[in-house]
């Protein structure tokens, strides 16, 4: 995956049909040659509604002999719209339209850095500026979607409900804080919390909005090319 204005380039990729994804990092996928490979899945979430068996899905190839799995699953192809399913990108994604200037509230800044401690935890990035106050945020990858509404999570969090009071607390001292879901799909119209998955998720998101927390919800152009930021999407909490 290479970085091209703002947006990100897929590397070559291999079109397969999920057979199975199992304990949790796992993924059988049947190739056009009908082998059977056993692929890597990067991502911790139930994947609800993006793992259904029978689904094309499209596999990064890699040539490390060191790794133990030559193919990571990208994206598996929904009715309605690729989606990304790999939780590294939203991260790479948004880091790299943020110093492009394609995240407008995100701009401005001379300093981007990834992975930073604040408070108990690791947070995604922070911001920084000369004449600025560090912006911390937290990114985390939407790929639910019931009938033109995203929703997060797709199953309990208990590390996500950590990361908001972590980012409440910086708020709460003065810094800017940012929870940023990214949407890694095109048919989404609405962003809700999933208070029928974790409410306690969707709770903690509110207490974390009424410190000072800000909420950005963006959606992607996807496709078999690459993967860029599209457009601001509405939120209802």
Avoid at 200 to 211: I, M, P, W
Wanted: hydrophobic fraction near 40%; charge should be positive; charged fraction near 25%.
């Amino acid at each position: 995956m290479e970085e091209n204005n703002g947006g990100l380039v897929w590397g070559p990729l291999v079109r397969g049909v999920l057979v199975k994804r199992y304990q949790r990092f796992l993924a059988d996928v049947r190739l056009g040659n009908r082998r059977l490979v056993t692929a890597h899945c990067p991502n911790t979430g139930s994947m609800l509604s993006c793992s259904e068996p029978g689904r094309p899905v499209y596999l990064s190839p890699h040539n490390n002999p060191s790794r133990r799995l030559r193919y990571t699953w990208e994206m598996i192809e929904m009715p309605g719209s690729l989606v990304g399913v790999n939780t590294r990108t939203p991260n790479l994604l948004v880091k790299t339209a943020a110093g492009a200037g394609k995240i407008p509230a995100l701009s401005g800044y001379d300093l981007i850095k990834s992975e930073v401690t604040a408070g108990d935890s690791r947070l995604d990035l922070v911001l920084e500026g000369a004449d600025r106050r560090p912006c911390f945020v937290e990114i985390k990858n939407c790929t639910l979607v019931e009938e033109g509404t995203a929703f997060f999570p797709d199953a309990v969090t208990q590390r996500g409900r950590k990361h908001l009071a972590n980012l409440a607390g910086l708020a709460e001292n003065g810094r800017r804080a940012v929870i940023f879901f990214l949407i890694q799909r095109i048919d989404a119209r609405l962003f809700r919390p999933a208070d029928h998955i974790d409410p306690e998720y969707g709770r903690a998101l509110r207490r974390a909005v009424r410190t000072g927390v800000e909420v950005m919800v963006y959606d992607v152009n996807i496709s078999l090319k690459g993967i860029d930021i599209r457009r601001a999407v509405d939120y209802d909490l």
